[in-house]
Antibody, heavy 122, light 111 residues
Framework: QVQLQESGPGLVKPSETLSLTCTVS????????WSWIRQPAGKGLEWIGR???????NYNPSLKSRVTMSVDTSKNQFSLKLSSVTAADTAVYYC????????????????WGQGTLVTVSS | QSVLTQPPSVSEAPRQRVTISCSGS????????VNWYQQLPGKAPKLLIY???LLPSGVSDRFSGSKSGTSASLAISGLQSEDEADYYC????????????FGTGTKVTVL
């Protein structure tokens, strides 16, 4: 059974770069899309972007200028970097596997990691 | 930012049936598959329905999904206290070079 675990600093200073890693266990990272999703406290879900194991990426246009995703198949990990963070980037960040059918746009997230809270504050 | 609209809350008595609507447009629900996620308090979201109306293994058949045009619905029958959660619809949106969008979310309360 595939499991995902997010890791990274829980506190980031404004204007700095948020860096998170998601470790995949119980299965291979290959041949899937892998996504990052975030949720501010008390609010809804926001898709940040996804990466295929080939390195191909799709980012949310609203965050695209600040987001970089990468994948390390040798470690079964993928990562998120979000630059120039502000308090508005404070949220629980989730990683998830994206499965697709009938084209890469028909995708769903399963499973999800447990989430990690990242607070942006000086 | 959400382009998928859901009612903020629905409530019903145990053993009854509730439906949650999700309204979108031709660039998302009208052209791509809809998924539904359940988020229990303090937990990560969990896939409930995928590809409009398919149940993942292990999900109770009390949950069902449907889609018509640019709208989708999630139905929960035989409502149980453990169903109290937030529910989100989601779909790919073909606008702006493409992005995955979530609904505004619906809080289900079991009276």
């Amino acid at each position: 059974q595939v499991q995902l675990q997010e890791s990274g600093p829980g506190l980031v200073k404004p204007s700095e770069t948020l860096s998170l890693t998601c470790t995949v266990s119980g299965g291979s990272i290959s041949s899937y899309y892998w996504s990052w999703i975030r949720q501010p406290a008390g609010k809804g879900l926001e898709w940040i972007g996804r990466i295929y194991t080939s390195g191909s990426t799709n980012y949310n246009p609203s965050l695209k200028s600040r987001v970089t995703m990468s994948v390390d198949t040798s470690k079964n990990q993928f990562s998120l970097k979000l630059s120039s963070v502000t308090a508005a980037d404070t949220a629980v960040y989730y990683c998830a596997r994206s499965s697709t059918a009938g084209g890469s746009n028909n995708n769903w997230f399963d499973p999800w990691g447990q989430g990690t809270l990242v607070t942006v504050s000086s | 930012q959400s382009v998928l609209t859901q009612p903020p809350s629905v409530s019903e008595a145990p053993r009854q049936r509730v439906t949650i609507s999700c309204s979108g447009s031709s660039s998302n629900i009208g052209n791509n598959a809809v998924n539904w996620y359940q988020q229990l308090p303090g937990k990560a979201p969990k896939l409930l329905i995928y590809y409009d109306d398919l149940l993942p293994s292990g999900v109770s058949d009390r949950f069902s999904g449907s889609k018509s045009g640019t709208s989708a619905s999630l139905a929960i029958s035989g409502l149980q206290s453990e169903d109290e959660a937030d529910y989100y619809c989601a779909a790919w949106d073909d606008s702006l070079n493409g992005l995955y969008v979530f609904g505004t979310g619906t809080k289900v309360t079991v009276l």
